[in-house]
């Protein structure tokens, strides 16, 4: 059993429980659409903003406010009790600030500062209605066709995810400049990761071979407002491979078996006012695989053109005349509440170890490795840096075999962090600390001023406990030209996969379809 | 510039190049199938072996025996210069090794050591037409299906990359014991990559909308053998999103565009005497990325029945009755050519730095972050892990903007070392003590005895010059009981995305399908 309690961010979390004993106990509820909807007209009637716009030369009509989170900045004070927004005003010769009270609906200040040249809008436009020749490639329609009937059956359950959910989305930017420093975005605690879902477009959002899901959630005065087709359900076929197998090792015959991949995805898509768009995919493997996959641009005016101009720190990359885009992470924490084959479980890190063959029945003299499986508390812990595999363990079960039953995590590449551990924003992030921690379930644990951080310096007993696996994916956006004016998609996610769970192979008796003909299709183009 | 030559890994360059020093440079052929298929023949006429096979009361028509490498361990003398193999025999009673001489063709050394249970056929064979009840999930027909013309241009062309391919594909396993301690493949140069590749199945290896290409090697006469249906091509389509935004800052309109992502597909399937097929991606997106992606069993039979019996190291997972899978690597090594825009590249590692707001400005008031651009030059050590990206640029263009051209390695999750750097299969495979190395492009370069590891420490210009960056793709697998008989597909690879390579999203003005109805497909089950 290893305390890893020897870590570099031992003061941190130190720094962190003690800041959290003197913050007030103060708890937001985060921003509905209608009052972030009244506050961004509230610029639209204030005398000095509309006068600053006719001091431009510009029209009102032309004008969009944001509603934008404050952050937390080491406030202590009453003001900071307040619902406090940052309403920020676009399309203008110009950087606006206003802030406003939500529940009072009131500006509480206002801040005309700078004057930059707007953005060309050459260029910029995404919609295909607005483009010019010369095109890109035009596509044909390209579909999975499931000309049989549908095929899934699921005929045994078998715990391994009581729930599993995104728990915070942290988007903190790098720029500290009046303008943006306060942009270190909890999408999930301040906007609503729901409340951000986008209705899916059939065809292009997902396969066409998808069904929809709507969903609700509840609006200002309680009642259930409904989102249509939100969540899309589909089989994916991407041309990939199951398993296969070639036996080369028998003279005069070959044996060779195949199976196509086919997997069950749940998508959901968000698009949150920091202004991106966020693919979220839970893809269901006949292996037991779980895998989640997620998929994202944001512009500030300056005044350069080209990179020979810039002589100060811009905190971004020129991407496009009078456009910055600025240098931000983004960290997905995903709440795994693994129940593999009943609730109790314990996290396991197996090293695998080097050791010397002492032995002098061994040609290869100096070294062999064998897995050692040290099964031991952990407390959040965690750098991956090392040869070693990542369970959840439970060790009340056994396969036949006698391996214990188990879910290893494949994590995604890691990224270290750029944030110091004592800014503001990575006091209030800090479960981005470390990729990965394990707490013992607790549904009443957050009181909206502690994080992953300091739970997990509680030292509770989680061997053998109904555990929470919590694993942040997380991505460095260094944006570049190719990501303007909308960037292609930057994949990441990781996959819990089973691992000595079933006693075999559960996939190998998949049997494949009767025939493999190419359907005839009548195409309907009109 | 920084040298980074205060590694931990100096002293262990060191060693290697010594020791490289003294071994004589001895450079074999690679194993041709009709020597392997000689070699695999000798023990069924050698007196002792069908001494052994019948004192164990079975049927030399039962055996079957292949050809290994046997690797080096610090041999020096003269035996070793000659082209010796392992050839092992399988489902017998026991295990059995014999030594070969490939260009005598004699046996030279013999040796019946063990005796252990065979491994139970039951339950272990994959074959779909040996499978009995219960069966898997039943599967339909599902395709990808493209009822339009072909739809690809090509209308332009940009250099990025000369030339890639995999190297050398190192796998060594960590089973000290006689039986296994050689088996440390060099698939590519001992074996072949090309010689391994195998007969690709229409619609089951590739969607059904893929195209064949066959390939030649040259035999044992220098003729020309052709390898049927080797290569397959397709254009990949999974659900997924190429590009998409949602703008929902603009009041009473939403503005959505999506646009489906479907990339091109190169693939080949080789087939190891390891006993591992392994599928090789080159996937080629419509937004100038190239992704690769990689995907692994092999059984040794022991006296257990139950991990509990297991009292010594055995290196391996009890997956099935008198069955341990054995720990082993995997590393695949990619030669990448890349000529971004021309010849004349750098590689350079861009910091993503923390630095320290001294403005009074800022109210984000301890730390922000910027990019620093410490272009340097790179003399094959890298970790990752630090922030950083790691770009190859062509410092002789820019884009209109005034950024470099630049293409980004998105590398895949990096694996630790099991074997000591001392150990002898790492001496040969120190191309994987680090992920990434850059060297000047030499054809002449490799005498058969040095490595990448020897090349690094030439301490060559690789500025603005032609350049190759190798990458590895390792893997750590720990077998577990899914595994068995054959393990479902684990995924691994990288991405070269362009970097301001390109104005803007290149894919920006990519046409959707004129419609996007369903075709009527007529289901052709007889």
Redesign the interface.
């Known amino acids: 059993m290893v305390a890893n309690n020897e870590n570099s961010l031992g003061t941190t979390h130190e720094f962190a429980k003690k800041t959290a004993q003197h913050w007030p106990r103060f708890q937001h509820p985060l921003m509905t659409f209608e009052e972030q ?1 009244v506050a ?1 007209e509230l610029p639209l009637t204030y005398v000095p903003f509309k006068a600053s716009i006719s001091k431009r030369g510009l029209s009102l009509s032309e004008v ?1 406010c ?1 509603s934008y989170s404050v952050g937390w ?2 406030e202590m004070n009453v003001k900071k009790q307040r619902r406090l927004v940052k309403v920020l005003c ?1 399309y203008l010769d110009g950087t606006v600030n206003l802030g406003g009270d939500l529940d009072t609906m009131n500006i509480t200040d206002y801040e005309d500062r700078i004057t930059v040249p707007i953005p060309k809008a050459k ?1 910029t436009d ?3 209605s607005h ?1 010019k020749a ?20 699921i005929t045994k359950f078998r715990d391994v995810m009581y729930k599993g959910y995104i728990s915070e989305v942290f988007v903190p930017y ?5 303008e943006w ?2 942009k270190t975005f909890f999408d999930a605690g301040e906007f609503g990761l729901g409340l951000c879902a ?1 209705p899916l ?8 071979n ?1 069904v929809f899901m709507d969903g609700y959630y509840a609006g200002q005065d309680g009642k259930l407002i409904k989102m249509s087709y939100v969540i899309c359900v ?13 036996e ?4 005069r015959e070959t ?8 997997n069950l ?1 749940v998508r959901m ?1 968000i ?1 949150t ?1 920091g ?1 991106y ?1 966020c ?1 979220i995919d839970w893809e269901f ?5 779980i895998k989640v996959g997620v ?1 994202l ?1 944001e512009m500030k005016g300056v005044k350069y ?4 101009q810039i002589k100060e ?3 971004g ?5 009078n456009t910055i885009a600025e ?1 931000h992470d983004h960290f997905l924490n995903f709440h795994l509440d693994l129940d593999v084959d009943q609730e109790n479980n314990s996290f396991v890190k ?1 090293k ?1 170890q ?2 010397k ?1 002492m ?1 002098d ?11 050692s499986s040290d099964g031991y508390r952990f407390k959040g812990m965690e750098t991956f ?3 070693a ?1 990542l369970l959840v363990v439970n060790p009340n079960k ?2 036949k ?3 214990h039953i ?1 879910y ?1 995590l ?11 551990h ?4 990575q006091i209030r992030g800090a479960f981005t600390n470390y990729q990965v921690w394990v707490t013992p379930y607790n549904k009443s644990e957050n009181h909206g001023d502690d994080t992953l951080a300091i739970w997990g310096h509680r030292n509770r007993e989680i061997e053998n406990k109904d555990i929470v696996l919590w694993y942040t994916v997380d991505f ?1 956006h ?1 944006p ?10 930057l994949n990441g996610g990781f996959e819990l996969r ?29």
């Open positions: 909807g961004n969009v944001q900045f080491g676009n260029g995404y919609r295909s483009h010369p095109f890109g490639s035009k596509a044909g329609r390209t579909m999975i066709v499931q000309p049989d009937e549908p095929w899934f059956d790098m720029d500290p400049t009046q420093y306060y986008v477009q059939p065809k292009t959002d997902c396969a066409a998808a589909f089989e994916r076929y991407a041309g990939d491979i199951m398993w296969r197998h070639t080369i090792g028998i003279p044996i060779r078996e195949v199976r196509p991949e086919i995805v898509v698009s006012v202004n768009d693919i493997k006949q292996s037991g695989s998929g641009l053109t080209h990179t020979d720190d811009v905190y990359t020129l991407i496009a005349d240098y197996s695998l080097t050791t063959v032995e029945n061994s040609p290869r003299k100096k070294v062999a490795k064998h897995e840096w090392e040869p595999e056994r396969t075999m006698g391996n188990r290893r494949i994590p995604s590449f890691p990224v270290a962090l750029l944030l110091s004592d800014d503001y924003p460095h260094v570049c030209q190719e990501d303007f004016p909308v960037m292609p998609t089973p691992s000595n769970f079933f006693e075999n192979n559960p996939v190998l008796k998949t049997r494949s379809p009767k025939n493999m003909e190419w359907p005839t299709c009548t195409n309907k183009t009109s």
